[in-house]
């Protein structure tokens, strides 16, 4: 080690290998939950934070920024870690991969480290050139779109929250019971603070408009939909656009069914 060049801090010894392995010193501390007072990085003049980007490793990057407050924070791209990236192809072309992404890296660090949804939409927007629409930002639904006030000429960033949870779609469900007439249904994912996750099931009628969206979460999730129109628009593009989510088909079934 050059103990004044930067050296990354990550997780695990098989993130810190992948990074050794792709040009970059860096150090493990074994887990996201490891107390910074317990791991001597002083010899380090130049630290920085690279955690695995989801919930734990955002919580470590905060945590690590106020025990070591001159560290940079850089964050692979969500659900990916660094030896995801080193096994993505060729080394060189991984060694590249990682310097061409480095902006986009220390973009994801200044986000896990925002400390309000204006300050993350901010920096989105910064980075992307655009808002950044719908997002979550500490498990409560935001929106954020450039809008013209009246009286106003140039358009700013208006941030609302629309949810106070967060979102996510588990799975597609299509009902071919009726062939004439096939359904989807919307399994979703429903994380509040404070309360475990709520499984809930969405019919294209519950999604069609903001009235119809703030009863269905009224009476399935005892959670109220504060956004407008628009907002409630770009929650049912992203809910049907997820390209992750898989797809469940329902196939009707003759046969016998003996009740005791």
């Known amino acids: ?32 939950g490891q107390d910074p007072g317990k791991v001597d990085l002083a010899e380090f003049q130049n630290l920085v934070l690279a955690f695995d980007n989801d919930d734990a490793g955002r919580r470590a990057v905060k945590k690590w920024k106020q025990a070591h407050p001159l560290a940079e924070a850089i964050l692979c791209d969500p659900g990916q870690d660094w030896n995801d990236l ?26 896990a480290l925002a400390e309000t949804a ?11 050139k655009h808002p950044p629409g719908l997002f979550d930002f500490q498990q409560e639904t935001h929106f954020a779109i450039m809008k013209t006030g009246r009286g106003e000429d140039t358009p700013e ?4 929250r629309c949810l106070r949870a967060a979102l996510k779609v588990t799975s597609y469900t299509l009902d071919r019971s009726n062939p004439a007439r096939p359904e989807y ?3 979703l994912e429903v994380q509040a603070k404070g309360r475990q996750p709520l499984t809930i099931t969405a ?20 959670l109220s939909w504060e956004g407008d129109a628009k907002a409630a628009t770009a929650l049912h593009v992203w809910i049907t656009g997820d390209k992750q989510a898989p797809e469940v088909q329902l196939l009707p079934v003759i046969g016998y069914a003996h009740h005791v």
């Open 1 to 32: 080690y050059d103990h004044s060049q930067p050296v990354y801090t990550t997780e695990g010894i098989l993130d810190a290998l992948s990074l050794h392995t792709l040009g970059v010193p860096a150090v493990a501390v074994l887990a996201a």
């Open 203 to 222: 019919s294209g009628k519950d999604l069609g408009n903001a009235r119809a969206l703030n009863e269905f979460l009224l009476t399935t999730a005892k």
């Open 157 to 160: 960033l208006k941030v609302t």
């Open 185 to 187: 249904r919307y399994n």
């Open 86 to 111: 080193l096994t993505s192809g060729p080394l060189e072309q991984a060694k590249k991969q990682f310097q061409t992404a480095l902006p986009r890296y220390r973009a994801n660090g200044k986000l």
């Open 118 to 128: 204006r300050e993350w939409a901010e920096i989105f927007t910064d980075f992307n």
